[in-house]
């Protein structure tokens, strides 16, 4: 992955029907590469995972890494239910669509109530059982969230056997610890989820960031990305981060049903319909994202970001 860039966490278009639309995935995938994307993480939460078959996931990963066509690297998730064989064997699979990583949900893993010392034993597990395969880990809020220390971490990127971890810790000083585990093998890097404390994680070595909020505005987060240290654009650089911080709330909101609305009113033509049961769009929510994206409009105009 090259690094300082923008991951995005994506989404699956569905037509109105609930089957998922295939051409709209083109474009989307389209979308987040003509943005300045420097990877995709297809089949993830925001991708409505849980609520697709395993021959649906294969497929959508299949057709991300189809239209990629290798301009960006393509990672995603492997592990679902099942013991560490089944998900060893998922994996593979995975990885046989053409995957240049496959992410490991830590809640999968081991259970809420399994220490640490289980799960560890279980990732060790999966490693032996999946050959030399590149994996990442994605400290996913579903079924629950399980965080990895630091010294887990550490011990995991020293087999050399992770490349990629998508961070939802939302504690600046934990992801520094973390980040120190990069020095054991230069292929790993650190994501960041979190938008409150995005220039600071980047500034700290974070290789980049994998937030739903590129899911709204693409290219408002390459260019954070490109950025953030810029001490000619600091000023701009702020406003960007504080943009992100008064927002958050806006952008969770029955999201994605939310963000896929935004996309239509963009330009895409995408369904707002999901598989997963978010609440309801209200008229109040809706909005709300109305005013998000007259803010964003005048935003990209202070920083010269023409979208």
């Avoid at 939310?258 to 609440?279: E, P, Q």
């Avoid at 909005?287 to 803010?295: G, K, N, R, V």
Wanted: glycine residues 8%; charged residues 25%; proline residues 3%.
């Amino acid at each position: 992955m090259k690094k300082k860039g923008f991951i995005p966490v994506m989404l699956t278009p569905f037509k109105d029907n609930g089957t998922i639309d295939y051409d709209v995935l083109t474009q989307l995938t389209e979308i987040y590469i003509e943005a300045g994307a420097t990877g995709l993480f297809a089949n993830c939460l925001s991708s409505e995972m849980f609520e697709l078959s395993d021959a649906e996931r294969l497929l959508v990963i299949k057709h991300v890494i189809k239209v990629a066509n290798g301009e960006v690297p393509v990672v995603a998730t492997g592990t679902f239910e099942g013991t560490v064989d089944q998900q060893a064997d998922f994996v593979k699979r995975v990885n046989d669509a053409g995957t240049d990583a496959v992410i490991a949900i830590t809640g999968v893993l081991a259970a809420e109530n399994e220490s640490e010392k289980v799960f560890n034993d279980r990732v060790f597990e999966l490693f032996d059982k999946t050959d030399k395969i590149p994996l990442g880990f994605y400290e996913c809020p579903v079924p629950y969230k399980r965080l990895i220390s630091a010294e887990q971490l550490t011990a995991f990127v020293k087999t050399g056997r992770v490349v990629y971890h998508k961070d939802t810790c939302l504690d600046l000083g934990m992801i520094k610890q973390k980040l120190k585990a990069g020095k054991y093998n230069s292929d790993f890097g650190l994501y960041d989820a979190y938008m409150v404390h995005a220039v600071e994680s980047l500034k700290a070595g974070s290789a980049g960031l994998s937030c739903i909020q590129g899911n709204f505005f693409p290219e408002l987060i390459v260019w954070l990305c490109d950025n953030y240290d810029n001490a000619g654009l600091k000023a701009e650089v702020d406003n960007v981060q504080q943009f992100l911080i008064d927002n958050m709330d806006v952008m969770h909101n029955v999201y994605p049903i939310i963000a896929k609305y935004g996309l239509n009113k963009r330009g895409l033509k995408i369904s707002t319909f999901t598989r997963r049961k978010v609440g309801d769009f209200s008229p109040a929510i809706k909005s709300s994202i109305e005013h998000l994206y007259t803010d964003y409009s005048i935003l990209s105009n202070r920083i010269g970001l023409h979208s």
